[in-house]
């Protein structure tokens, strides 16, 4: 009897293990889309030449598009796990503003 509970307690840890490691992922995948969005956003301010600026407006609404998938992935991903309320997320992580120059 001891054997299986210790085998199940095993098995829980592991998964609880699991599930603690793609909740980080799912963040890390945010933070590393956040900061390609700010890189994209410091190149814009930058150029000065308007066909690079086109390009680079372009290239920021595909990155913050980015940014949006990822923290909706995060906030499923914190729904699988039972944590309901995101304020957490809303204040770690706020929805992108676009520029004025977007």
Known sequence: MTTRRETLRRVENE???EKAAALGRAGE???EAL???EAVSR???AAHEESRRTDLRAA?????????TARLHLVIQREALGLRSHRVVDQQYPEPVPPPWL
């Not at 920021?60 to 949006?68: I, K, P, Q, S």
């Open 29 to 31: 995948r945010l933070e």
């Open 60 to 68: 920021y609404r595909a990155a913050r598009a980015r940014v949006r």
């Open 15 to 17: 998964i609880a293990q």
């Open 35 to 37: 900061a390609a969005l």
């Open 43 to 45: 190149a814009f301010e």
